[in-house]
């Protein structure tokens, strides 16, 4: 067979064709994963986070999170001794929402709530705080990184 301009174009858009039928296919089996799947409803009540924000930002102790070989641990400010707390703390993946994790809040007396890192693959997750206490509500968060 003779090789000549009209088969090297013939070749050259058979070529074209296959490759972009093969990347629509690839494509179309790609897990698509949005930040949040329902995020228009939360950005309606953003008002309200926004206050809870502030009302942790007042209180005289801070909320910290640290990260340890074993543990997470999240450390409430002791405004709240004596006063039961309840909420939720999610840890937050914001790579893959499978592996977000959320958990009741539930402290000790030191104020201390711990999370064993085993159940964290390593990367970066941001733990998002919501408590109410004595009728109030508060929010707080913080990046954190899994060696």
Not at 3 to 27: D, E, H, M, Q, S
């Amino acid at each position: 067979m003779k090789f000549n301009w009209g088969t090297g174009i013939t070749l050259f858009i058979i070529l074209f064709l296959g490759a972009c039928t093969w990347f629509f296919i690839y494509a179309q089996h790609q897990r698509i994963v949005f930040v949040e799947d329902d995020y228009y409803p939360k950005e309606l009540k953003y008002e309200e986070k926004l206050q809870k924000m502030r009302n942790a930002n007042e209180l005289k102790d801070v909320f910290a999170i640290k990260v340890d070989q074993k543990n997470l641990a999240v450390k409430f400010p002791s405004d709240f001794k004596g006063i039961a707390l309840t909420g939720t703390l999610l840890i937050y993946r914001p790579s893959d929402d499978g592996k977000d994790i959320t958990v009741p809040v539930a402290i000790d007396t030191a104020m201390m709530q711990y999370f064993p890192v085993s159940r964290l693959s390593k990367g970066k997750y941001i733990v998002k705080a919501e408590w109410i206490a004595a009728g109030k509500s508060y929010y707080k968060e913080q990046e954190i990184y899994i060696p």
